[in-house]
């Protein structure tokens, strides 16, 4: 059975940094390819970005271009997001998922971890 | 980028028949697949359509996906409604290696 389990969330400042850890298990980790995806309180499903099995290719939505970093150790089974400058905006409830190939939709999730940015 | 417009609500009367659509602004609909997630209150999403009309195990088939290039756009159809489908709704595409979401849609089976 598929398990993610995202950790790392929390209350920080704006301009802070968090990193955010996503451990996988129930797959052939080094397989596939895996994002995140934010939900802002009350609003909807924003993907943030997304690396692929081996990490050499990494994709990031334009809210977060230059201030965040996605990254994998296939050795260990974990993806990680590092977040740099954050704003207020960035409040969101962070899951990681898995990404089936060639067909790019989510099989499976976590359960989330928070990260509230106050101002 | 492209954006997908999903009606902010529907309802409809348990046992009946809804229709959840999902427009893609440009591009062509049928290039990229498209998903639906369903997502309560509280939990993470999980998949009801993948691959714009196929099932994963354990959906019922009451769901069903399909799309159309004509108003480029993509349905959710959710037959013999019950009470427990009442929650949100999400589409899901890509192109360019860039991931889209649908605005999302809440479900109301009253």
């Known amino acids: 059975e598929v398990h993610l389990l995202e950790s790392g969330g929390g209350l920080v400042q704006a301009g802070g940094s968090l990193r955010l850890s996503c451990a996988a298990s129930?797959?052939?980790?080094?397989?596939?390819?895996m994002s995140w995806v934010r939900q802002a309180p009350g609003k909807g499903l924003e993907w943030v970005s997304g690396t692929s099995d081996s990490g050499g290719s990494t994709l990031y939505a334009d809210s977060v271009k230059g201030r965040f970093t996605i990254s994998r150790d296939n050795s260990k089974n974990m993806l990680y997001l590092q977040m740099y400058s954050l704003r207020a905006e960035d409040t969101a409830i962070y899951y990681c998922?898995?990404?089936?190939?060639?067909?790019?939709?989510?099989?499976?999730w976590g359960q989330g971890t928070l990260v509230t940015v106050s101002s | 980028n492209f954006m997908l417009a999903q009606p902010h609500s529907v309802s409809e009367s348990p046992g009946k028949t809804v229709t959840i659509s999902c427009t893609r602004s440009?591009?062509?609909?049928?290039?990229?697949?498209v998903q639906w997630y369903q997502q309560r209150p509280g939990s993470s999403p999980t998949t009801v359509i993948y691959?714009?009309?196929?099932?994963p195990s354990g959906v019922p088939d009451r769901f069903s996906g399909s799309i159309d290039s004509s108003s480029n756009s993509a349905s959710l159809t959710i037959s013999g409604l019950k009470t427990e489908d009442e929650t949100d709704y999400y589409c899901q595409s890509y192109d360019n290696n860039i991931q889209v979401f649908g605005g999302g849609t809440k479900l109301t089976v009253l």
């Open positions: 998922a898995k990404v089936i190939p060639s067909s790019g939709w989510y099989s499976d």
């Open positions: 129930g797959f052939t980790f080094s397989k596939y390819a």
């Open positions: 691959e714009d009309d196929q099932r």
């Open positions: 440009s591009g062509n609909i049928a290039s990229h697949y």
